[in-house]
């Protein structure tokens, strides 16, 4: 795995990152192995304090793209074979199931902007490293394909700021923004037709017809968690989700459904306490909803215990981040 390759270099042995984000030796060894969302944010988390780089996920993308014979997978040279940074992109966002089937990697197109989005399929807030690490890495090797340091007009976050942005700066050499509805890049839509220095078309139809396959076999919603945060939605906020109903839902036992959520390295109090903090972010973006009516809707009895659980999330009350959300719409828009 790239994380555990990157901390290695930066001096993090890999029995000591993987015992740090609790996961066993033995996953990362099988190739149908696959690391649930808990999982994943453990070792992302444990790699940047281990290293101790509060800019993880843009120096890993930046040793990726600058170290590309390490990482030549059929789906690089996919995408290093596209005609242009269009078909580059676009076939980077269907495929990107491959690298996690839960997120997302999409472009829209308008008259003269193009917004590359990324995110997770069922709307979670993804945590900061991954994502600043993927939105680097697509920008990165676009510069690689054309061979010129294009500049984007804009980069989104919805993620809170950290406490320094010196490396944001220097990477994207663009205004980033932090708090935003969704994770962008906005770039200038003629960028999306030049043509890129690599391009393969007769090696990219071979490419193609191995990736579709890998594909098309790849089982859906494996993940019992992802079920599980399915049913939470369903039941939030009419009532509390239990172990109890979930199970009933899923068509097995409470013991089971434990079990397995324990097997993926999660419990059903943390998928609850993620979908929550992941709804309440994304409700906070809509001034039409107050934050009472956020509290409710995610299932809170009072809003003094959304408030706990808020600031317990993410450092600052529900208006503070509210504050820091419209400042940043603010200045984007200007």
Known sequence: MIIVGFAAQRGVRPPVLLEAARIEPALLLDTDAYLTHAQEIR??????????????????????????????????????????????????????????????????????????????????????????????????????????????????????????????????????????????????????????????????????????????????????????RRYMLDELPDQEPTVAAAAVKLRTSARSLQRSLQSEGTRFSEVLSDLRRDLALRYLQDPRISIGEVGFLLGFLDVTAFHRAFKRWTGSTPLEHRQAASRARRLRAR
Request: aromatic share 8%.
């Open 43 to 228: 070792l992302w988390e444990a790699a940047a304090r281990l290293t101790n780089d509060p800019d993880f996920g843009l120096h890993l993308a930046e040793w990726v793209v600058q170290s590309p014979e390490d990482f030549f997978d059929v789906l690089a040279f996919a995408l290093r074979s596209s005609p242009t940074l269009g078909d580059q992109y676009q076939r980077a966002g269907r495929y990107m199931r491959l690298i996690h089937e839960g997120i997302y990697l999409t472009l829209e197109e308008d008259q003269d902007e193009a917004r590359l989005v990324h995110g997770h399929v069922d709307g979670r807030i993804g945590p900061r490293h991954p994502v600043e690490g993927m939105l680097t890495l697509v920008l990165l090797n676009g510069r690689r394909a054309l061979g010129e340091s294009f500049v984007p007009r804009a980069v989104c976050f919805s993620h809170a700021p950290p406490e320094q942005v010196t490396e944001q700066t220097r990477i994207f050499q663009a205004p980033v923004y932090y708090g935003c509805p969704r994770n962008e890049l906005v770039l200038d839509r003629a960028l999306l037709a030049r043509s890129q220095r690599h391009a393969e078309p007769r090696l990219l139809t071979l490419l193609d017809r191995q990736l579709n396959k890998t594909l098309a076999e790849l089982p859906e919603g494996r993940r019992v968690s992802d079920a599980v």
